[in-house]
């Protein structure tokens, strides 16, 4: 099993909203490449998602569903996963498909692409 990096600093999950994005119903994953050996994960649960309870309870599912795909996480690559309000209810597995199948999008070519810089 792959170990992850996780991400802390403001400025990594600022430099992943740059990168190559995927979006399913429960969350939408960042990424971009990195320097560091291990790929590197974090979370992000806006207050738009509802109160700290709910919001603890979809990060707690999104890391659930990242540990799952670990060994899908490539190294020197930075991940961010942003949490909606629908993984909340979603199927475990559902959230782990997903999540897998997002994963094999941001690193194709038919990815939307890098972000523009403002």
């Known amino acids: 099993m792959q170990m992850l990096r996780q991400l802390r600093k403001r400025a ?3 430099r ?3 990168g190559i994005r995927a979006g399913r ?3 939408s994953l960042q990424a971009i ?3 560091g050996e291990m790929p590197g994960i974090g979370y ?4 738009k ?3 700290s309870p ?3 309870r979809i990060k707690r599912r999104l ?3 990242a540990r799952a795909c670990a060994a899908e996480f490539l190294p020197q690559n930075d991940y961010v996963i942003v949490g909606r309000r629908e993984a909340l209810v979603a199927n475990f597995a559902a959230l782990v498909r997903d999540l897998s199948s997002s994963i094999v999008k941001v690193h194709s070519t038919r990815a939307d692409g890098p972000r523009k810089p403002k």
């Open 54 to 56: 709910q919001r603890n």
């Open 63 to 65: 890391r659930a569903a």
């Open 44 to 47: 992000t649960v806006t207050k």
């Open 16 to 18: 992943a909203a740059r």
């Open 33 to 35: 490449a990195s320097t």
């Open 49 to 51: 998602t509802g109160n």
């Open 12 to 14: 990594e999950f600022v």
């Open 25 to 27: 119903s429960a969350f």
